[in-house]
Every structure is written in C-alpha cells, then in structure tokens.
Nanobody, 116 residues
C-alpha cells in the first residue's frame, strides 16, 4: 500500500521560511517523479513544483520560482519543499503527489498559514 505523509507545516510570519517533508512508503521511491501541490480555501488545487525520479530536473510554478525549492533524498524516501520569503497568499494545505496514467497517489496534506 502506497503512503505519502506530509509534515512540517505550521504558522509562520510573512517573510519567514518553512521546510515541508513528504515521506513515502510502499513504492520504489527512486523510480517516481514527485510533485508538490497546494490548495487554498475556496480555490482550486495548484501544482507548485515537480522533481524527476533521480532529482536531475525540477520544474516550478512561476509564482513560487525563486522562493520555493523542491528536493529529494532517495535514500530516505523523502521529498522536500523549502519555502522562503513566505507571503500571506501562500497560506494553503500543501500536498505531495505522484501520478501517471495508471496511478495517482496523494498525501493527507499539511497546513501552512502565513500571518503576522
């Protein structure tokens, strides 16, 4: 059974930083591209960043480029999202995901709130 478990969310002041983690189990992690999404209240879920299986390629949404960094440690079966210069509009539930035409796995999400 595939499990993705996010952690690291919380309350942070504008301009602050957080690092989210997503621990994967039940799959050969090093063979899967991984993606971070977020969903703010009343808004659609949006893709933030993707990292390829070996970690050689990363892709970012324009609104987070330069502020967020996706990385992975295949030895720990974990993908990370380093978030810097956080803004109130970054407040959302953050999810990790891996999907293809034949599978689509999601974690339960972790809440990030950016507020003074």
């Amino acid at each position: 059974q595939v499990r993705l478990v996010e952690s690291g969310g919380g309350l942070v002041q504008p301009g602050g930083s957080l690092t989210l983690s997503c621990a994967a189990s039940g799959l050969t992690f090093s063979g899967y591209d991984m993606t971070w999404y977020r969903q703010a209240p009343g808004k659609e879920r949006e893709l933030l960043a993707t990292i390829t299986a070996a970690g050689r390629t990363t892709i970012y949404r324009d609104s987070v480029k330069g502020r967020f960094t996706i990385s992975r440690d295949n030895a720990k079966n974990t993908v990370y999202l380093q978030m810097d210069s956080l803004k109130p509009e970054d407040t959302a539930v953050y999810y990790c995901n891996t999907q293809s035409s034949v599978y689509n796995y999601w974690g339960q999400g972790t809440q990030v709130t950016v507020s003074s």
